[in-house]
């Protein structure tokens, strides 16, 4: 069963060694699905448990609301499909004022070394963190270089010879073309929650329809299509 830790607050200093990820992981695509199933290879081989560290809101949605990209997934979906994927503990950090303003070095000495006890620590190769985005790779790996953990950046997950990314798949089902968004998600697209009930005017027709709210500030998908029931 995965463990979930929800804010920083919850993070006890002195925790068990772990090796970890860190990012937004919006879709768990075929790219996310690389670096989990690399983390629980590292995992194993080092006989350490996977944690994933990711932020809410989404740091877009924090600084620029309205302009935010939408969501492939909604937060508990996204949970779900970590959980599928066989992280054995996530924590969900609180995106806000004081935590943007975190230093690059306070990010890497309080929460992955202190709080986390993080040895080793896989990440894209286009990871940033911290203030204004001033952490990289090349200032973790002053980290590892003094043995605080070992690192490893992820190269580019590619589809096609195209890098698979969220926004791209936010473009593809923004444009309906659900087939190449299965195929960078690595499986079909699927939206879940409470059905919203309406006159019923197309079940008349012989066209019943099905209204699902999104729950989420922006979706990729706006329209009426013809779906699958699970």
Avoid: W
């Avoid at 779900?80 to 690059?104: D, H, K, T, W, Y």
């Avoid at 985005?133 to 090349?138: C, H, I, Q, S, V």
């Amino acid at each position: 069963m995965m463990q979930i830790v929800i804010g920083q607050h919850n993070l006890d200093v002195g925790n068990a060694p772990c090796v970890a990820t860190i990012g937004n992981y919006d879709g768990v695509h075929l790219g996310h699905q690389s670096v989990i199933k690399h983390l629980s290879e590292r995992a194993l081989s080092l006989n350490l448990p996977t944690t994933l560290v990711l932020f809410e809101p989404h740091p877009q949605e924090f600084f620029h609301k309205q302009h935010a990209p939408s969501r492939i997934y909604t937060f508990r979906e996204k949970v779900e499909l970590i959980r599928q994927a066989g992280i054995q503990r996530l924590v969900c950090l609180r995106f806000n004022q004081a935590f943007s303003q975190m230093l690059p070095e306070e990010f890497v000495q309080q929460l992955l070394i202190d709080k986390l006890a993080v040895k080793h620590l896989v990440v894209g190769d286009d990871f940033r963190f911290g203030r204004d985005r001033e952490g990289d790779f090349a200032f973790l790996n002053q980290y590892a270089n003094r043995g605080d953990f070992s690192l490893e950046a992820m190269p580019t997950f590619e589809v096609d010879k195209s890098r698979v990314s969220s926004t791209r798949i936010r473009q593809a089902l923004e444009q309906a073309d659900f087939t190449l968004a299965e195929k960078l998600l690595g499986r079909a697209y699927s939206l879940s929650g409470r059905i919203s009930h309406g006159q019923k005017l197309g079940r008349k027709l012989g066209f019943p329809t099905l209204n699902l709210p999104t729950r989420r500030l922006r979706s990729p998908l706006q329209g009426v299509y013809v779906v699958e029931v699970a």
